[in-house]
Nanobody
Framework: QVQLVESGGGLVQAGGSLRLSCAAS????????MGWFRQAPGKEREFVAA????????SYADSVKGRFTISRDNAKNTAYLQMNSLKPEDTGVYYC????????????????WGQGTQVTVSS
């Protein structure tokens, strides 16, 4: 049984930073791509970032490129999303997910999801 638990969300002013964590239970964390997605109020969930199995390759949505950094610590079975220069449009529920495809941006390529953590950026 695989469980993903996000943490680190909260309320921050525009221009601030947050670091999200995603702790995974179960074995074989290292064999999977890890991704972050977000869902803003009234909008569909969208891709944010993904990291390859060893963390050597990453992919970002254009809207967060240069501001967000995805990383992972396979020894701790944990993925991270460092978010800097936050904007009000970054507000939403952030989800981490485990995927089999290399750096996929498609939700249907991810098989396990966390419960989400709320990020609110005030202007």
């Amino acid at each position: 049984q695989v469980q993903l638990v996000e943490s680190g969300g909260g309320l921050v002013q525009a221009g601030g930073s947050l670091r999200l964590s995603c702790a995974a239970s179960g074995r074989a964390f290292i064999f999977y791509t890890m991704g972050w997605f977000r869902q803003a109020p009234g909008k569909e969930r969208e891709f944010v970032a993904a990291t390859s199995r060893n963390g050597g390759s990453t992919s970002y949505a254009d809207s967060v490129k240069g501001r967000f950094t995805i990383s992972r610590d396979n020894a701790k079975n944990t993925a991270y999303l460092q978010m800097n220069s936050l904007k009000p449009e970054d507000t939403g529920v952030y989800y981490c997910a485990r995927g089999s495809d290399y750096l996929s941006r498609r939700e249907d390529r991810y098989d396990y999801w966390g419960q989400g953590t709320q990020v609110t950026v005030s202007s």
